[in-house]
């Protein structure tokens, strides 16, 4: 498969793992996340999508190692791609704050809804995020 450039197959993977998510074919989704790094270095894309699906199973700590490896990967900005920039720092901040509220890791939880509303305070999610940590004590109101 020489033809195309790597990181429309990057793309594909990506999409195809998405659209095994829609038919709940976790097996497949995860298969083609993963396939993705076949073609190229891990993307921010890539290990949201598979933090998803580990999360969806209630996988969280697996999850939680996904999305923090997202967070740690710089979008690649001279390889033509499209960038989702909230794959990067957003989306992986909010889905970190809920896997580790699920695990009952309130601080660690916290922590991670802190740089969440740092990015993006006007967020639909952080809202609602902002809201329960208010409740539960972390936030003055």
């Given at each position: ?6 990181i ?40 949201c ?5 580990y ?14 490896c ?39 939880a ?5 740089l ?26």
């Open positions: 498969m020489e033809d195309g450039f790597y429309n197959k990057i793309d594909a993977c990506i999409m195809l793992a998405h659209c095994y998510l829609q038919i709940e074919d976790i097996k497949l989704a995860l298969t083609s996340a993963f396939s993705s790094f076949v073609y190229g270095l891990p993307t921010g894309e890539a290990c999508v598979i933090g998803e699906i999360r969806m199973r209630n996988d969280y700590n697996k999850a939680i190692y996904w999305y923090e997202a967070t740690n990967l710089q979008p690649d900005l001279n390889s033509g791609a499209f960038i989702d920039y909230s794959s990067y720092r957003i989306v992986p901040y909010i889905w970190l704050t809920v896997c580790y509220d699920k695990l009952g890791q309130y601080e660690k916290y922590y991670y809804h802190k969440a509303f740092k990015n993006d305070p006007l967020n639909p999610s952080v809202i609602i995020n902002q809201k329960y940590f208010e409740k539960l004590g972390y936030v003055k109101k």
